[in-house]
């Protein structure tokens, strides 16, 4: 530097500048002698320059110029050619520019521009800007190829100077006069010498003439130098950046473009981080539409975004080690910053690419989704399916969302993906926060279950990873989730909001507002949800650190106006919010070795002792409020961890004041006379007939029907209405009881273990036979005496079924006979109580509003028309499938409804339709199913002794458990397929009655079932050896002398339940999700062990063929069709959760056809029918065709052999090939075959052009037998003509000439030629199917059946459609004279012309006409085909 200024100082007094390092001692000896003889004599070079314009100045300033550059070069050139030393002093002349470019300052100069020549008194002047002399000289063509030579050589000796005084950098400022010349003479010398130079110079000035080279050379050397330059980033990494720009830049050929990418795309695990994205633009921007998808999937893949930055856990450790300096840990921060900045830069030339090149965003797509392996999916996926989504085009935006969508719903993108990504690039992903929050929104929207959770896990990471702007915007999201009232999102987003609070506290108290608005939208929301919404809220504002502290106020004003409502709906609110802040103000504070009397301040106890003094006194007044205080009371204790001091405060009063309510002292006689007279009845405790205790439950409901009755006609005042005791209240409070004993006692409830055999004071249950005697009030009184005694006895089941003792499991299992014996005598007490409604038991849901629900139910449910119907509630379909059935057999079915009255007289009520009047039972109650099943033997042998070494359970009591397991397990692990509320709000009913189980996960409840599983296998074999037994006695027949008709119907309906609740259990969604797999291999496993001992060791494939081996065993036993449904199903579901179903399938097929061919007959001898046996035999018709290979051919095999059978057997016969086909049965096998039918011809694979002439005759065989098939089915509708029947062919008829005339006619198309006879057979066969289908509109238009003549116009349609498509085949095929039009006349079924339309025929004006006319062009199809044949043979 200090030499540098030495220099400059001289330049100022001398008017020269020092030489280069180089020729310092040379040039330092010489400067005046050579200032001298330039001011003498002038060279070629001065003399030359002067004369064309350009003033050559020294000591620092420009060259001036006076004439214009293109005057400049003209008169230089002139002055050369006219010269008479020419073409020598083309030399001299570069050579003088040589000498006297040789002072460093002067060389300088001429690369620096000229400035204009100041003119005195010419106001023309010459352009402000000029270019510099070196380059105007470059510009004359005979000099040009020496002055580079010059420039070139003069570029060594400041290649290691850098950038000198002044910012000027010599070997850049020569390399900018070679830039953009308007012709370059010798382009291939040039390239060759500046190739030569970028080997010795050193990086910079590498860079900058690799830079520069496609701005100096001609199009002609592009290729040349690409190479060159290929080569040369092979070699040097370090070039990397300039060498991609300049082949950025290059004009190409396609195939040198493909090497040079493959080349780059190489070297990509090997380049530097900062130069990653140069190079990931460049092999973006040198895609074609046609090799996208190749170049990006090899992108995809080599692109290791993981290795680009350090985990946060490497990075600390990092810091650590360098610690010891200030700047090592402050250069590790910055390293761990440039190197998000790196991958944003990356991710920037991603997003341009899509951005701008459609195909490229369509290979993104395409790569990731061509990924098969949870391994083998990157971070880069889920950031560029960010990138895609953020961009401005709605395909890219669907595209994205679409794949992740099916990535997450196959478990190929799962939840450890997102947690890595947002961990190691939460600055990256900050910038794409709009597209993570639009797309975690769209998958909690997803009626899919299995892609909500994914979107949950998007907003949790959000939260935890953003900034403050980010968290508002979530928890805003959130928000609106819960707001929207559809189910599964509020449920989804509540539960985040809860894990939000929990995990971060401090942050979520900001936002606690937000979550406070939700308040305002309560009436959507069900109980479940209230309380989860009131638990965030209340551990917000309540919470150990209390950081929302500033809502308090807010939810005390809410919940006191609410419990003060008089408005059922708005109290309950009150009720279950008050109970969920008493859960956060009183809950368990761990604080290490504290003692724990200390661990609640006596102020917060005063506050929780206050609010639940306040929600008592508000509901004492209604008993359904009352009621439902001791439910979320008993929620809270089970579900919470409450301080000892709370605990013991609600526990103290419970027991006292429950004895004072409802237990009284069991004396000799019953004190008060009563609707009916009392009596102690299922006392347990035979040792303590006298001067036991008894639940007073006769007596209190006298008491509060006789109140309700004071109450209609006086008003009583308000403190005698406050002290009355409701029945309603005894099953909660007996649960709130049970669990403050559980907990104080650590599950030992000896405390009150003489509950369990204590009797109950009600009347002797004679009187239920005598029911159609009483009055209605009595009636009524009895069903709810019976309801209350029914829940009290659940409520006991629930308290002791985890008891261990022998006597307590007794007791236990006695109970629940009691409460079958029970439900049977409730059945045929409601069958004699018309519109009676039952007391609540369930108080959470909508009491008032909630029990409307069930009055139409329960009136249908009363009258003997519509008891049948409705009495399995969840039974939909068969309720719809009736009036045909009604229609298509009338004298079959006028005899069947003598034959259902007495039946239902018989049976009473079924109780389905009253479940939500019942108690839930809990989970826990279902382990009874453990225990052995009662057999025969024992009944006779031992159920009478005193005591039983083993406790057994009866065929009705497994039956009752079975069918509660089974609603249990469609409500929780049964997916809807849509979460939408309906418009009517109609859902009051679907959650009634499982409160308690809302509250465990489904992945609990699963786990819960599949430990019960053997306990279910082991009830199954026993099922499966009664049924053996029963059929080896009467010697293979099942109505036999020796079968007992109602214990054939109970273990009947335990073997069904028993298949129902494994296939329900193992058709869970959450299966499908990679966590559960071990728990699917569990349940597997279990199934597969009882056939063959196994382990662990065993792959998913190998349990599936085992369980279905298994399985398959008990299709010999099956009492009914709806129990071979059930275990057709169950195999189905089984084959399903191996990798190979299609190995199953004729398994299925040949169990379903088995069943099929199999004649059905009850216990008492009569053939199964009914709506429910048609339903099933619907869907197993179904499960045979879906599974045998040749759909047609099993189509063609019933349709012309098994029903051709039944038109010729009499009225009440069946088909002897197909016994379950009878004149009952025909519309469910004739709906089931055409629907069949239509598929398989939609899957016929569409004729193409380039098919060979096999293949076409394949397809033509495949029509022909599909057409064979239709035609037969067409046809029948000649004998069976009900209009069920014309119906379903009308609809599949249509649907069915729709895929021909997309699929087939294409095909026929392209066959005419080679497979003329083939076609003309298939067209003639169809002709036929389709004139039957006019005659079956002229029938419907006759007979004015609107749900018959709504499908003909689309029928009529596709006819005229598919005239118009032959005659367009036949064009297409040089044969149009083949086709010409006649006249159909409009017939009936029977072939009978329809006479209406013949006297009207003339009238042009008239409608009638015009549908003559339609049916006038359905003739072509008949009459050209039988043309064709004639015709067609002669025109080849």
């Not at 199009?219 to 300049?246: F, G, K």
């Not at 956060?584 to 661990?599: D, H, I, V």
């Amino acid at each position: 530097m200090m030499r540098k200024k030495r220099r400059s100082s001289v330049e100022k007094v001398a008017g020269t500048t020092a030489a280069p390092k180089a020729k310092k001692s040379r040039n330092s000896s010489r400067q005046p002698k050579e200032a001298a003889s330039e001011e003498t004599s002038e060279t070629v070079f001065v003399t030359f320059v002067k004369k064309a314009g350009v003033s050559l100045k020294h000591n620092g300033a420009s060259h001036e110029i006076a004439v214009d550059q293109v005057v400049f070069q003209k008169r230089i050139q002139q002055q050369l050619q006219k010269s008479p030393r020419y073409p020598d002093i083309l030399k001299e002349f570069v050579t003088d520019l040589e000498a006297y470019v040789e002072n460093p300052d002067r060389f300088r100069n001429c690369l620096l521009p000229c400035v204009p020549q100041p003119s005195e008194g010419d106001v023309r002047s010459v352009s402000s800007f000029q270019e510099s002399l070196i380059r105007m000289l470059l510009g004359i063509e005979m000099l040009q190829t020496l002055i580079i030579s010059t420039l070139l050589e003069k570029l060594p000796e400041f290649m290691f100077d850098g950038i000198v005084d002044g910012g000027l950098n010599i070997p850049r400022m020569i390399i900018n006069q070679l830039k953009w010349l308007d012709r370059v003479v010798d382009t291939k010398e040039l390239a060759a010498k500046l190739m030569e130079l970028v080997s010795v110079a050193p990086v910079e000035v590498q860079r900058d003439i690799i830079t520069s080279l496609p701005e100096i050379l001609e199009d002609s050397q592009h290729n040349d130098i690409a190479r060159e330059l290929n080569a040369l980033l092979q070699e040097n990494t370090q070039l990397t950046v300039p060498i991609l720009d300049a082949l950025s830049s290059l004009n190409l050929s396609s195939s040198l473009l493909t090497e040079v990418r493959e080349a780059v795309m190489a070297t990509l695990a090997a380049v530097q981080l900062e130069d990653l994205p140069v190079v990931v633009k460049f092999i973006l921007h040198s895609v074609s539409a046609s090799n996208a998808h190749e170049v990006v999937s090899n992108l995809r893949q080599k692109l290791e975004l993981e290795q680009c930055v350090l985990p946060p856990v490497l990075q600390a450790s990092q810091i650590r080690m360098k610690s010891k300096s200030s700047a090592g840990s402050a250069s590790t921060a910055a390293a761990s910053g440039s190197s998000q900045d790196s991958v944003t830069l990356v991710l920037d030339c991603i997003k341009s690419a899509v951005r701008f090149q459609k195909t490229i965003s369509e290979a993104w797509l395409k790569a990731i989704e061509s990924v098969d392996d949870v391994e083998d999916h990157k971070v880069l996926d889920l950031l560029v399916l960010f990138i895609l989504h953020c961009t401005n085009a709605n395909q890219s935006r669907r595209g994205a969302e679409r794949v992740l969508k099916l990535k997450v719903r196959t478990g190929l993108m799962q939840e450890a993906l997102l947690q890595k990504t947002f961990r190691d690039y939460s600055q990256v992903m900050r910038g794409y926060f709009p597209s993570i929050l639009a797309l975690a929104q769209s998958l909690v929207r997803s009626p899919d279950p299995c892609v909500v959770p994914f979107g949950g896990q998007m907003y949790s990471h959000s939260f935890t990873a953003f900034d403050s702007y980010c968290q508002q915007e979530v928890v805003g999201s959130l928000v609106t989730h819960v707001c929207s009232g559809v189910s599964g999102e509020v449920d989804v987003a509540l539960e985040l909001l809860c894990s939000l609070v929990v995990e971060k506290p401090s942050e979520m108290a900001l936002y606690a507002v937000f979550v406070k608005g939700i308040l305002d939208y309560m009436d959507n929301l069900t109980a479940q949800q209230i309380r989860r919404l009131f638990h965030l809220l209340s551990r917000l504002a309540f919470g150990q650190q209390q950081q929302g502290s500033h809502i308090q106020d807010d939810m005390h004003i809410v919940i006191r106006k609410q419990l003060s409502s008089t408005v059922p709906k708005y109290k309950r609110i009150g009720i279950i919010g008050a109970v969920m802040i008493v859960g956060s103000m009183g809950a368990l504070r761990p604080k290490g070795k504290e003692s724990q009397s200390s661990s609640l301040s006596q102020e917060t106890l005063r506050q929780v002792t206050a609010l639940l003094e306040l929600v008592k006194s508000s509901s004492e007044s209604s008993p359904e409020a009352a009621a439902l205080y001791y439910d979320e009371l008993a929620n809270l204790i089970w579900s919470s961890a409450l301080d000892p001091q709370v605990e013991e405060m609600i526990g103290m009063s419970v027991l006292d004041d429950f004895q004072d309510d409802f237990v009284v002292d069991l004396g000799p006689d019953i004190a008060g006379s009563f609707i009916f007279p009392a009596c102690a009845l299922y006392n347990l405790e035979e040792d303590e007939s006298q001067g036991g205790i008894a639940i007073n439950l006769l007596p209190l409901l006298a008491k509060e029907t006789q109140h309700k009755g004071e109450q209609q006609r006086s008003q009583i005042g308000k403190q005698k209405q406050e002290k009355r005791v409701s029945p309603l209240c005894l099953s909660p409070f007996f649960r709130l009881l049970r669990l403050c004993e559980e907990k104080r006692h650590q599950g030992d409830l000896e405390e009150i273990d003489a509950l369990v055999g204590c009797p109950l004071i009600l009347t002797n249950m004679d009187v239920v036979d005598k029911v159609d005697s009483l009055s209605k009030a009595e009636r009524e009184f009895l069903c709810t005496l019976l309801f209350h005694t029914i829940n009290w006895f659940r409520e006991v089941v629930n308290a002791f079924c985890t008891q261990k003792e022998t006597e307590m499991k007794m007791k236990v299992m006695t109970r629940l006979q009691n409460i079958t014996v029970l439900q049977a005598l409730l059945e045929r007490a409601l069958a004699g109580t018309p519109g009676y409604m039952p007391p609540v038991s369930n108080f959470d849901g909508e009491t008032t509003d909630g029990i409307s629900f069930g009055v139409p139910v329960n009136k249908e449910n009363k009258d003997g028309t519509g008891k049948k119907r409705k009495a399995p509630g969840k039974n939909a379909p068969e309720g719809a499938s009736q009036p045909e059935e009604a229609t298509e057999a009338d004298e079959t079915q006028q005899e069947q409804p003598e034959k259902e009255k007495e039946k239902e007289n018989r049976l009473g009520v079924r109780l389905t339709a009253y479940r939500p009047f019942f108690r839930e039972l809990d989970m826990e109650v279902l382990s009874v199913l453990q225990c052995g099943l009662l057999s025969r033997s024992l009944l006779d042998s031992e159920l009478h002794t005193k005591v039983q070494e083993e406790v057994v359970l009866g065929p009705t009591e497994l039956v009752f458990l079975l069918e509660d397991m089974q609603h249990k397990l469609e409500f929780s692990l049964t997916a809807a397929p849509a979460k939408r509320a309906p418009f009517l709000k109609m859902r009051a009913d679907k959650t009634v009655g499982f409160s308690h189980l809302q509250q465990r996960s489904t992945k609990d409840i699963a786990s819960y079932c599949v430990q019960l599983l053997p306990a279910l296998c082991s009830h199954l074999e026993n099922c499966h050896n009664h049924f053996q037994t029963l059929l080896s006695e009467n010697n293979g027949v099942v109505d036999g002398p020796s079968t007992d008709v109602e214990e054939h119907q109970v273990m009947s309906s335990g073997y069904q339940l028993l298949l129902q609740v494994i296939n329900t259990t193992l058709n869970w969604s959450g299966f499908s999700q990679p966590g559960q797999r071990s728990l699917l291999k569990k349940a597997l496993g279990v199934l597969a062990g009882r056939l063959k001992e196994g382990g662990p060791e065993l792959t998913l494939e190998q349990l599936v063929k085992h369980s279905f081996e298994y399985l398959l065993n008990f299709r010999s036993t099956m009492p009914s069709l709806s129990t071979a449904l059930c275990l057709s199903q169950l195999l189905s579901t089984v084959s399903e959760k191996g990798g190979n179903p299609g190995a199953y399938r004729e398994q299925t097929a040949s169990l379903a056809r088995r069943f099929l061919n199999q004649s059905w007959v009850t216990a008492s001898g009569e053939k199964e029918r009914g709506s429910k046996f048609n339903e099933a035999l619907h869907t197993l018709l179904s499960i045979y065709l879906e599974h045998v290979d040749d759909v047609l051919k099993a189509v063609e095999e019933i349709a012309g052999e098994g029903i051709t059978e039944l038109i010729n057997t009499s009225k009440d016969e069946s088909s002897a090939s197909w016994p379950t086909l009878n004149r009952q049965t025909f519309l469910v096998f004739y709906k089931v075959l055409m629907a069949e039918l239509e598929k398989a011809a939609r899957k016929i694979p569409a004729g193409k052009t380039s098919d060979s002439s096999e293949a076409q005759s394949e397809k033509l065989l495949t029509w022909n037998l599909a057409v064979r098939d239709f035609h037969i089915l067409v046809n029948l509708v000649k004998v069976f003509d009900s209009r069920p029947v014309l119906n379903v062919s009308l609809k599949y008829g249509r649907l069915f000439l729709e895929s021909f005339l997309k699929l087939g006619m294409p095909l026929l198309d392209y066959s005419f030629k080679r497979h003329k006879e083939d076609v003309q057979s298939l067209l003639k066969t169809f002709q036929l199917s389709t004139r039957q289908l006019h005659h079956m509109c002229g029938h419907s238009k006759i007979h004015q059946d609107t749900s018959l003549t709504n499908h003909v116009p689309a029928v009529k349609k596709s006819l005229e459609l598919f005239v118009y498509r032959v005659k367009a085949m036949l064009t297409l095929n040089n044969c149009q004279e083949a086709f010409w039009m006649g006249n159909l006349k409009n017939r009936n079924l029977k072939g009978e012309e329809i006479l209406s339309q013949r006297s009207q025929g003339s009238d042009d004006d008239d409608d009638d006409d015009e549908e003559e006319e339609e049916g006038n062009q359905e003739l072509p199809p008949a009459q050209e085909q039988s043309d064709d044949e004639v015709q067609d043979g002669d025109s080849d």
